[in-house]
């Protein structure tokens, strides 16, 4: 028995040590907050300063002084986060977590965006490479101090690779991939569905919403009338059943802004107000910084978000001009379909037969051989699809790792014998990226920013912008095509002439713009933003349906005068407008009394009745009319989605917003435009209500407990703890029921909603606010880690500018 107590203990000493050992190396990964440190190439001094909340406030001599030091200051607290991302874009995933990542490497690397980084460094100005060459001096200086790996580094059993200047530039064609997602496939989803169906019924689908219209120049679309003929076979009836059923309402990632010019704000004060809603995840993706220093031009004070692996200011405010942004959910791709000879090697350009380029990308995979894959190049940008999915059931890629339909979408495009597309996009070229950004820290007024905005190399953003003269504006900031002899971009197009193409850029007094709009007041949702010419110029990409916006802009239109608080309000604004007909519909046409007591019912109507009015977390009613809709459009849909399944897209991909023809086609009610399944209107959306309701309590155990929050939490996880479930509460966020939902002005949809909030007007920097969920830093033994994230979920406010400095930190040459 003694010998037993003594290897007892002897095993508890032993894990003792061993926990002791393995926090002692987690801690030894903590940044450096306070002291002195030493940073190559620095001109002077650098100081970083710290609040309560991480918040970093960057001090520095010079421009790259701030780069150098803001650059120690990201590798130190969010290494692997960068990391993460400039190999999700480069494709190089499978070199840190093995083979698992290979799909997605392959997919990415159609687009070799490692090679066009590095190829494109040389071309860029002087200034702008400088920066990137000081951000990533100081990036690996941060690696270095610290006194071990980042944490996920030693799970992984991994060492982190040095940071280069090209891997900003990856980080950023990271953002064209978040925001741009479609790459090709929503053009030949068209085209196929272009293709199905007669000309009126495709004009009928693809129209967009002429109910929920808030264009800032309050342009109008008329209605797209529901066709006189019979549904079309291809809608018909479900050829092909569809996993996903589902079109979305809109085609890529959204977010809000808006702003109130002089005239409109509080003290005769232009403000802007700016939520980018992305994916939300653990840690963030943005971190909170003030930047300070001299020049030429004098003294420079700029605060905002950064990006992780960026050496600048992604939205704030430099004290004169105050910035935000979201996406224009516009056509910044087109796909042209090859004209192949026989043997599959040239394509026919300009009338003339040409060579498809070759090129071999290797992947490295962490504990396995390294895999060639091949992509094929036109003139115009790389080759999506060569023929049906090659037969991969003996297991691993081709020996060639050939450019399959696999590999350019991560799922099987099937395109005619012989068929092959290509993708010409923004991103694939140098105009697409450049850090002309950087330009808007020391923009003077309105009229700087907006020119600066074309040509800007990223991914097309609505661009709101207030001075501190308290006028505002917007332009699209990024590169526009000058299209030529397209006539419709929305479906795969035949170049081989050389009478469709790309011909140059559109230059600054060509980019559509509103300046000093005479009601004072600007907003952008991710739907239609203007008419006319300009809506020509940028394209539909899949705009929102539209209710969000309108949302926005009756929200501004309420006030004579808004202040910071007033717009943070909007941001938080979950009433559910948007679905008020849809509930009106179950109340007055579907939950008549005799369906209500033959299928037991009446809790269902009741919480309809009672709680369908805005998306609370508490909200019972709000969920069962979500549901309903979803059920409804999906059932009239699902031939639809099956026809493009079939054809290896999904229903997602069509530029089709469900919304305006589905509510058209159930107002008529017409008999021959009924889905085959169903032999009447009322029966289809009766059994949306069956369907829904046993959906929603097999998920949540009954009715009762089916509430908007417990169908739509937080879910801000960390990429390890979704391998390692057990990490879970070291490492994710802590979650929440949430209000909101997609089409009101506060979005949060199952861990997709405001990575951001801020409120600020240039020059009153001290009356803004800014928040944002989760904290600044990537380590989860640091207090940052989760510094904002309790005032996030409670959809509180912090302010713009850094609290009173608790850690002080000197970098010295």
């Known amino acids: 028995m003694r010998w037993f107590k003594r290897i007892a203990a002897g095993l508890l000493l032993l894990v003792l040590l061993l926990a002791l050992g393995l926090w002692l190396a987690l801690r030894a990964s903590l940044p450096t907050l306070d002291g002195e440190r030493g940073l190559t190439g620095l001109s002077g001094p650098a100081e970083v300063q ?38 999700n874009a480069a494709g190089e995933l499978s070199a840190l977590v093995g083979a698992k990542a290979l799909p997605l490497d392959q997919a990415r690397r159609v687009h070799r965006f490692r090679h066009r980084a590095e190829t494109g460094l040389p071309g860029l100005p002087a200034d702008e490479r400088a920066l990137l060459d000081a951000y990533a001096v100081g990036v690996n200086a941060g690696l270095a101090a610290l006194g071990g790996r980042p944490p996920e580094y030693l799970l992984l059993r991994q060492q982190p690779k040095a940071w280069t200047p090209a891997d900003s530039v990856l980080v950023a064609y990271g953002m064209y991939l978040d925001l741009q997602g479609a790459q090709g496939r929503d053009d030949i989803a068209m085209g196929l569905l272009h293709d199905a169906v007669p000309a009126d019924w495709y004009a009928f689908l693809t129209q967009h919403s002429a109910d929920w219209q808030a264009a800032m120049d309050d342009s109008r679309m008329a209605a797209v009338p529901l066709p006189a003929g019979p549904l079309p076979d291809a809608l018909r009836s479900v050829k092909t059943a569809c996993s996903d059923c589902r079109l979305r309402d809109a085609r890529d990632l959204g977010s809000n802004n808006f702003a109130v010019a002089a005239t409109r704000g509080a003290e005769g004060r232009a403000i802007v107000a700016d939520d980018m809603h992305l994916g939300l995840r653990s840690p963030g993706t943005w971190f909170k910084v003030r930047m300070m220093w001299k020049d030429a031009a004098g003294e420079h004070d700029v605060t905002g978000v950064s990006l992780a692996g960026a050496p600048l200011v992604v939205a704030g405010s430099n004290g004169r001009v105050a910035w935000g942004f979201t996406n224009t959910t516009s056509d910044w791709a087109d796909v042209i379909r090859l004209k192949l000879n026989a043997a599959g090697t040239h394509y026919l350009a300009g009338g003339v037969e040409k060579p498809l380029k070759r090129s071999v990308e290797r992947i490295e995979i962490a504990g396995e051989p390294a895999v060639d894959h091949e992509v094929l190049e036109s003139e115009w940008g790389p080759v999506l699809a060569l023929g049906p999915t090659p037969d991969r059931s ?181 009433r559910a407008l948007f679905l008020q007909r849809w509930r009106q519909l179950l109340l007055d046409h579907v939950l008549t009394p005799e369906f209500v007591a033959a299928n037991g019912l009446a809790d269902y109507r009741a919480e309809v009745d009672k709680s369908a009015d805005a998306a609370r977390p508490d909200a019972v009613g709000y969920l069962l009319v979500r549901t309903f809709r979803e059920q409804a459009l999906g059932q009239i849909f699902a031939p639809l989605a099956g026809l493009v399944e079939a054809q290896g897209l999904k229903a997602r991909d069509l530029k089709v917003v469900p919304e305006t023809p589905g509510w058209a086609l159930i107002q008529a009610a017409r008999p021959d435009t009924l889905p085959t399944s169903f032999k009447s209107w009322p029966e289809l959306l009766q059994k949306a209500v069956l369907d829904s309701r046993k959906q929603l309590v097999e998920k949540h155990g009954s009715l009762a407990a089916a509430t908007w929050g417990a169908d739509n939490g937080t879910s801000m996880r960390h990429p390890l703890s979704m391998a390692v479930p057990a990490l879970s509460g070291w490492l994710d966020q802590a979650s929440q029921g949430m209000a909101g939902d997609s089409h009101m002005p506060r979005v949060h949809n199952h861990g997709h909603g405001q990575s951001e909030r801020m409120v600020v007007s240039p020059g009153h920097e001290e009356k803004g606010l800014l928040v944002i969920p989760g904290g600044q830093s990537g380590h989860p033994m640091s207090p940052y880690y989760r510094g904002d994230h309790a005032t996030w979920l409670a959809g509180e406010a912090l302010p713009f500018l850094p609290g009173a400095t608790r850690y002080r930190l000197v970098l010295r040459p």
């Open 50 to 87: 710290r609040d309560e909340r991480g918040y970093a406030t960057v001090t520095a001599e010079s421009r790259l002084d701030v780069a150098r030091a803001l650059g120690f200051v990201h590798a130190q607290e969010r290494f692997f986060q960068m990391d993460l991302m400039r190999r």
């Open 394 to 574: 003996q297991g691993g890629p081709t020996p060639s790792g050939g450019a399959s339909p696999r590999d350019a979408f991560g799922g099987s495009i099937l395109a005619p014998a012989g068929q092959a597309y290509a993708l010409r996009w923004v991103a694939h070229d140098a105009e697409g990226m450049n850090l002309r950004l950087a330009q808007m820290e020391t923009a003077g007024d309105v009229d700087a920013a907006v020119k600066l905005a074309a040509g800007a190399g990223l991914p097309h953003q609505n661009l709101l912008v207030a001075d501190s003269a308290g006028r505002i504006a917007w332009t699209v900031i990024g590169a526009i095509p000058k299209r030529v002899g397209a006539d419709d971009m929305d479906r795969p197009q035949d170049w081989s002439d050389g009478r469709s193409r790309w011909r140059g850029w559109l230059s600054a007094d060509q980019q559509p713009r509103i300046v000093d709009p005479a009601d004072g007041r600007l907003w952008t949702a991710n739907s239609r933003m203007v008419g006319g010419d300009a809506m020509k110029i940028v394209g539909n990409g899949g705009w929102d349906v539209g209710a969000r916006g309108l949302q926005i802009r009756d929200g501004l239109r309420a006030h004579d005068k808004l202040d910071e608080a007033g717009l943070h309000a909007i941001q938080l604004d979950h």
